[in-house]
């Protein structure tokens, strides 16, 4: 069970800010066609409204595939930008599909939502950890700013263009 969260974890992106499961991942966790689990959908258009799916745009896809390294093959040959289905889409599925392979796999989705929440919940430590960081670092910039200050002089020096210099001697003109 817990490979089987980690696996789904996986397939859970993050776009347009919610946590989804694309048509194609979804279809292979029911053993389904994604042509039917969509087929399935439209004929329940009704019981998923906007934030329960929608469709990726091409530039969402693209940015997708690029970033995360999604195999063409794997969700190449697509007429259609594939359908994102949020963690209500996902539960919406079970009812549409109707099947005790739907029902399993989403209670294993549901709880892969379930534990990135949880997780996303734990940040507030993280969070104060950086707000203490941020303190230190102001604390050590106080002490420490005159030699900072310093530093920052000698850079400024030797990045400025050096001033020209008189030429001693005689020179040739033309």
Known sequence: ?????????????????????LDNDLAVLYEVETFNL??????N????????MFQLSKTEWENLTFQNGISSKKHGGRRFMPYAFTEQGVAMLAAVLNSQKAIDVNI???RAFVKLRHYALSKPDTDT?????????????????????????ALNNLIEQPKPTKTIGF????
Not at 132 to 142: P, S, T
Request: proline share 1%.
């Open 129 to 153: 950890q950086i707000a203490e960081l941020r303190k230190l670092l102001m604390l050590y910039i106080e002490k420490n700013d005159k030699r900072v200050n310093e530093i920052i002089v």
């Open 171 to 174: 020179t040739a003109e033309k």
């Open 108 to 110: 294993s989705i549901m």
């Open 45 to 52: 258009i009704k019981r998923f409204p906007s934030d329960f």
């Open 1 to 21: 069970m817990k490979n089987d969260l980690l696996h789904i974890q996986k397939l859970i992106y993050e776009i347009r800010g919610q946590k989804v499961i």
């Open 38 to 43: 969509n087929k399935a959908v439209k004929r």
